[in-house]
């Protein structure tokens, strides 16, 4: 947590500039660089890398 009051990220992605402050935060980031999109909408051709942008 203190980390997040001294601006330290050591979690870097090794695709682009991204960095942050948890593993977590980097691991969602990663989906940013595929094309796999694994969350669809059960009543449209919808599809999303992340599970929250199907909740309305």
Do not use: E, I, W
């Not at 682009?16 to 449209?44: E, G, I, P």
């Amino acid at each position: 947590h203190v980390r997040n009051h001294f601006g330290s990220k050591p979690h870097k992605c090794g695709k682009c500039n991204y960095s942050c402050v948890n593993k977590s935060m980097l691991n969602s980031h990663m989906k940013s660089h595929t094309n796999v999109y694994q969350y669809r909408c059960a009543d449209c051709t919808y599809a999303t890398k992340y599970c929250h942008s199907l909740k309305l």
